[in-house]
T-cell receptor, first 111, second 115 residues
Framework: QQPVQSPQAVILREGEDAVINCSSS?????VHWYRQKHGEAPVFLMI?????EQKGHDKISASFNEKKQQSSLYLTASQLSYSGTYFC????????????FGAGTRLFVKA | GAGVSQSPRYKVAKRGQDVALRCDPI?????LFWYQQALGQGPEFLTY????????KSGLPSDRFFAERPEGSVSTLKIQRTQQEDSAVYLC?????????????FGPGTRLTVL
């Protein structure tokens, strides 16, 4: 049930781009994206809902393929502050209130 | 404005002791979630409240875990007879919408260490 994230880790130089993927075996209602820095709380980045609605920060972009139950988070022109662990969380289309998080993608941006 | 707060931030318990972890959600938020996060892993769902009603407790790992939100605001997660495998960070999150599809605001967590 846990969504699968890839890659597990990525190292970027400042200014480079990255894509983080999230894949589920279940039909989904929504996909959440959060970033967590070491020792801190996860911080909301974006939610993508079935049907195409998105809620999130202007500088973040993501996609949601409902048929494939896949989502991708696009990080462009990376900054040092982008470093952290990125989690996707999925909510199933069959009801319930769980958000199930993946194991995370560790991103390190170096100068 | 104030975010989600949790107390204590750190708790050390001897195996077999009972612990109570507190969560103060953002004022007016309908939904409240508890998660358990093991080192190097993503948050794992424990339970969900909509106002004072506990609508989903399917993630609670055993009957030693109990959560309540009696007045629809502050919530307490209680763990009885703690075991070493209970050691983790316990995160609380709230959102202003009910049900699914809403941004969750996370607290800083309580790091529980069971010796």
């Amino acid at each position: 049930q846990q969504p699968v994230q890839s890659p597990q880790a990525v190292i970027l130089r400042e200014g480079e781009d990255a894509v983080i993927n999230c894949s589920s075996s279940k039909a989904l209602y929504s996909v959440h994206w959060y970033r967590q820095k070491h020792g801190e709380a996860p911080v909301f980045l974006m939610i993508l809902l079935k049907g195409g609605e998105q809620k999130g920060h202007d500088k973040i972009s993501a996609s949601f393929n409902e048929k494939k139950q896949q989502s991708s988070l696009y990080l462009t022109a990376s900054q040092l502050s982008y470093s952290g662990t990125y989690f996707c969380g999925t909510e199933g289309a069959t009801g319930g209130f769980k958000t199930i998080f993946g194991a995370g993608t560790r991103l390190f941006v170096k100068a | 404005g104030a975010g989600v707060s949790q107390s204590p931030r750190y708790k050390v318990a001897k195996r077999g002791q009972d612990v109570a972890l507190r969560c103060d959600p953002i004022s007016g938020h309908v939904s409240l979630f508890w998660y358990q996060q093991a080192l190097g892993q993503g948050p794992e769902f424990l339970t969900y409240f909509q106002n004072e009603a506990q609508l989903d407790k399917s993630g609670l790992p055993s009957d030693r875990f109990f959560a309540e939100r009696p007045e629809g605001s502050v919530s307490t997660l209680k763990i009885q007879r703690t075991q070493q495998e209970d050691s983790a960070v316990y995160l609380c999150a709230s959102s202003d919408g009910g049900g699914t599809g809403n941004e969750q605001f996370f607290g800083p967590g309580t790091r529980l260490t069971v010796l």
